[in-house]
């Protein structure tokens, strides 16, 4: 005895040493020099300088090769990633070139000398007076709309640990819209409040706040013009460029206006237009468009027409402020940017043209006509949004251009061919399937995907290839009308369009990892594209502008995505242990449920008391703490999720405050459990008792303790509709469609394979094992249609379907999760009343007609209500196994055989470890969910072995 307890000792020793074994904690990024590569576009660069360099040109060039950037030389002349020297010229020129700059410890100043004076350094392409927006102390920034000229929207930030928190909320007042875009550089936060264009109203004006603090450091207010000033501006060279609808084009210093605004200059951007030119569509006066920056230049668009390419004046010879080129377009613009990249302007305009310019010179290269619409007056109409580069074709969303009465639209997709002083635009697609899309798509050029992430009224979140053909990744979120963003090269970041909206973050394929919501005082509708910088986001709305912590990862997952790694080793030595200490005690002589049952014996009561009397306690204290231990687990699968953690006291607190307020102006806390995991717990606990007590029934029926909820064939014929339905747009000609397609087609297929079941069984005698066998024959045949289906199918949709064959509550919401539950809970309730005729059938078929009961159409009604609820439960969250076979065996091994205490005992049970199952599979492998059918099957199985080995006859009452 004593060396199997010094035995069990060490398995315990080393199972606890195994589970405190997890990788290092990644320590803080070392004070090093660093090196800045800024590509006067946008984008940036940052890479730690290597020490051993002895020369400017080693630090530099090694840097680059680092970062993968093709590169010649050190020099001005040099090209890195296919950039070199550049002219833009007109009226003046500005020539941008690469330029070395060392930091002192509070700025850059640009040097030639050869060798590596250490510390920070910086390559940048701008003109020679230029120096870096980004320093070693604020190395993040937004400095444009979109954050780069060719629209990428790219952003590298660190998420924050925890759920998510508004740590700003600022409501400018009423008619004060926060439109544009927030950017942010140098440690300041800067958003534009556009006033109302009555005389009443408050004055538009440009905010700077300390990204830290949220400290306001100065304002600057501006005339009124249209009264919404939707245009985003631009950061360059220590300045902030500001589109008006005054007409005005302001530079204003990133420290501040200045006393009385001294330090602020503007120039004048025409506002009317000019005599003789007639534009095509609608009209707007709100003069400039949003500005992009490149090559040392600001572009934009104007309402009147036009094209501009602007000095921004940063010479401190020079004669501030000019036009260089303007180019004409046939019809006015909004606020919409325009598109730079290698040379060229692509821009779009509200006459439903594309233009294509050169970006050096000004010149026209090439138009198009994508689409226009006729009104019943005559009058054309249409719009092409921003378009977006990649892989080589131009994807030009486009719409009838028709403001908010807008109601067509689509993606067409060009190629451009230049050839001398032109070019060639050819239309390769039209895709007006797509639906009417959001004014910013999201460009990829990735080895994995080339084409555009968009977003429409139709298809909240899509992708489209370069032959226009597309997919659906997710069509639950709300429509957006605001920019997506696209998170360290792995998350997509898209705001809803709707008052009281949420920005989600979602995987590449789809998938919500989080999403914070619109404080209560800004709730309005949001145009405005979220900006991430470290482990914050700043989003504007039409009622104010605000600031949120935000997190890609669920609690205690690492950015790198393998955070989930010490969860699964966790999770793995824990079931070890578990195994291993049975495997013991039952060595030792020591039957654990052989003493749970022992005790719950005694405490039921004596053996004096009539066995009744017994029963009925050991059903209350099995009733109460089976209840007790799934609303423990409720509690923990609402305090632990997607969006972090909290104590169960404050998740018990929101699921409550959250109920009361019937989902509506609920905090980060509430929504992120009411919205997301109450929903699925709710599921959870339906499904659980429901597979619980049809696994319980059909043992009982047909007297085989092999028996599951899916032996009559329930599984495979839901499981084969199913897959028709999302592999293959099947809709049982037209009755099934829609959001509940699935769902529908499922319970269909799982209620007809169980009839066929019934009839095979009832033609060869109706006994228990023709009921088996014809289980597994019908089986088998949906299995090979099913599997048909799979293999012919889309690839695009295959995950789909395997995610449902596997089981998931991850699509689960309150829409389908009462669909599950109070269908499950009553249907669980039925086979209670005739818990003492289920007695009777054990007893065998003779002694229970003996005793007066018409077995054969008992046995048939209750195969009908157990198939049925079983169908019910997969419709909606697929095949999970193994809890309708576990489960009862428990409960028989701790209770007996009688079914007055083993169906309510599996309903409570099925419901806890169902719960349980979903948390495992929702934090194993954050933020990776892992299949629900796949925990309860690695839980089922040692389980069921042990129970197997232990206890051989399950029906001994």
């Known amino acids: ?46 890479t730690e300088a290597d020490p051993d360099q002895a020369t400017m040109a080693g630090v530099i060039e090694g840097a680059l090769d680092d970062l993968g950037l093709a590169h010649g030389p050190l020099g001005e002349s040099m090209a890195v990633d296919g950039r070199g020297p550049a002219k833009v010229s007109g009226s003046r020129t500005v020539e ?251 821009a779009g305009a509200l006459d439903g043209r594309l233009y294509v310019f050169d970006a050096l010179s000004g010149a026209l290269l090439a138009s198009e006509t994508v689409f226009t619409v006729t009104d019943n007056r005559g009058n054309v109409t249409g719009s092409v949004h921003v378009p977006l580069v990649a892989g080589g074709k131009i994807f030009v969303p486009f719409s009838d251009g028709r403001g908010m009465g807008t109601v067509q639209g689509g993606i067409a997709i060009y190629e451009f061919e230049r050839a001398g002083s032109g070019g060639t635009l050819t239309r390769t697609a039209y895709v007006m399937e797509a639906g009417l899309c959001g004014n910013f798509a999201l460009p990829s050029e990735t080895s994995d995907f080339t084409g555009i992430y968009f977003t429409s009224v139709k298809i909240p979140l899509g992708k489209m290839y370069a032959d226009g053909s597309f997919e659906v990744l997710n069509g639950d979120l709300e429509s957006a009308k605001a920019g997506m963003v696209l998170l360290n090269g792995e998350h997509i970041a898209h705001a809803e369009y709707r008052s009281g909206g949420y920005v989600s973050i979602l995987s590449l394929d789809g998938k919500v990892l989080s999403r914070f919501k619109q404080p209560a005082s800004v709730e309005s509708y949001c145009m405005s594209a979220p900006v991430f910088i470290g482990g914050r986001a700043y989003v504007g709305t039409d009622g104010g502008f605000y600031s949120s912590t935000w997190s890609a990862y669920s609690e205690g997952a690492a950015p790198s995505g393998g955070g989930g790694v010490p969860a699964a080793y966790a999770l793995a030595a824990a079931a070890a242990l578990v195994a291993a200490a049975l495997a013991l005690l039952s060595r030792m002589g020591y039957s654990p449920l052989g ?192 599997t048909i289906m799979l293999i012919t199918s889309n690839p695009d949709k295959l995950h789909g379907a395997l995610s449902w064959l596997y089981g998931s509550f991850a699509n689960v919401g309150w829409d389908t999760a009462w669909m599950v539950l109070f269908p499950a809970m009553f249907m669980s309730m039925i086979p209670l009343v005739w818990a003492k005729e289920l007695n009777l059938v054990l007893l065998g078929e003779d002694q229970a007609m003996q005793m007066g009961l018409n077995v054969r159409r008992f046995n048939r009604l209750m195969l009908i209500l157990a198939s049925v609820l079983t169908a019910v439960c997969v419709s909606f969250v697929g095949i999970i196994g193994f809890v309708g076979l576990v489960v009862p065996h428990v409960c028989r091994m701790v209770l007996g055989g009688d079914h007055r205490l083993v169906l309510p005992a599996s309903i409570v049970v099925g419901a806890a470890l169902m719960l349980f199952s979903d948390l495992v599979a929702r934090t194993a492998l954050m933020p990776q969910e892992l299949p629900v059918g796949a925990i309860t099957t690695m839980i089922g199985v040692p389980l069921f072995a042990y129970l197997l080995v232990r206890r051989g006859r399950m029906y001994d009452g």
């Open 595 to 786: 003493r749970a049952r022992a005790a719950l014996g005694r405490i039921a009561g004596s053996e004096e008391e009539s066995r009744v009397r017994r029963n009925k306690r050991r059903l209350l204290l099995v009733l109460i703490a089976g209840a007790a231990a799934a609303f423990f687990m409720l509690l923990l699968c609402l305090s632990i999720g997607q969006y972090g953690t909290v104590s169960l006291g404050d998740a018990l607190s929101a699921m409550v405050s959250s109920m009361q307020k019937h989902g509506a102006g609920l905090t980060d806390v509430e929504s992120a459990i009411y919205d997301s995991r109450l929903p699925r717990a709710v599921a959870a606990i339906g499904a659980g008792m429901g597979l619980a007590v049809a696994g319980a029934v059909y043992q009982a029926v047909i007297r085989n303790p092999l028996v599951d909820p899916y032996i009559m064939g329930v599984s495979s014929g839901a499981g084969t509709f199913a897959v028709a339905s999302i592999a293959s747009g099947f809709t049982f000609f037209g009755l099934a469609e829609g959001l509940y397609a699935t769902p529908i087609l499922a319970a269909a297929g799982g209620v007809a394979a169980f009839l066929l079941t019934m009839v095979l069984a009832e033609k060869a005698g109706g006994s228990s094992t023709n009921f088996v066998l014809a289980g597994v024959v019908v089986g088998l045949a949906f299995s090979s249609v099913m």
């Open 96 to 346: 941008s070139v690469w330029n070395v700059y060392a930091w002192d410890g509070s700025s850059w100043s640009k040097t030639s000398r050869s060798d590596y004076p250490g510390g920070s350094v910086a390559l940048g392409f701008y003109p020679r007076y230029m120096a870096p927006t980004e320093t070693p102390d604020h190395p993040d920034s937004w400095v444009m709309a979109r954050g780069d000229a060719a629209q990428r929207a790219a952003q590298a930030a660190a998420p924050a640990d925890g759920l998510p928190e508004t740590v700003f909320e600022k409501s400018y007042g009423e008619k004060n819209f926060v439109c544009g875009v927030v950017l942010a550089a140098g440690g300041r936060v800067f958003a534009v409040a556009g006033g109302g264009n009555n005389s009443g109203d408050p004055l538009p004006t440009l905010y700077a706040y300390d990204a830290a603090t949220m400290e306001e450091l100065w304002r600057f207010e501006y005339p009124r013009g249209a009264g919404y000033e939707t245009a985003t501006g631009a950061i360059a060279g220590g300045y902030y460029f500001l589109p008006a609808t005054c007409g005005k084009l302001y530079r204003i210093p990133l420290s501040g206006p200045g006393p009385g605004n001294s330090l602020v200059e503007s120039i004048d951007i025409p506002m009317e237009v000019e005599e003789g030119r007639e534009l095509v569509g609608r009209t707007y006066a709100t003069g400039p468009s949003s500005i992009t920056y490149d090559m040392g230049v600001l572009y934009f668009e104007s309402s009147t027409g036009h094209v501009y390419a602007v000095d921004p004046g940063l010479n401190p010879a020079g004669p501030g402020m000019a036009v260089i080129w303007r180019g004409e377009l046939l019809g006015g613009t909004y606020y919409m940017d325009v598109t730079v990249r290698d040379g060229l302007l692509y």
């Open 1 to 46: 005895m004593r060396r199997h307890a010094c035995i069990l000792l060490a398995i315990l020793i080393l199972a606890s040493s195994a589970l405190a074994i997890a990788p290092p904690a990644a320590g803080a990024a070392p004070d090093a020099p660093m090196v800045l590569i800024d590509m006067g576009d946008g984008r940036t660069y940052w």
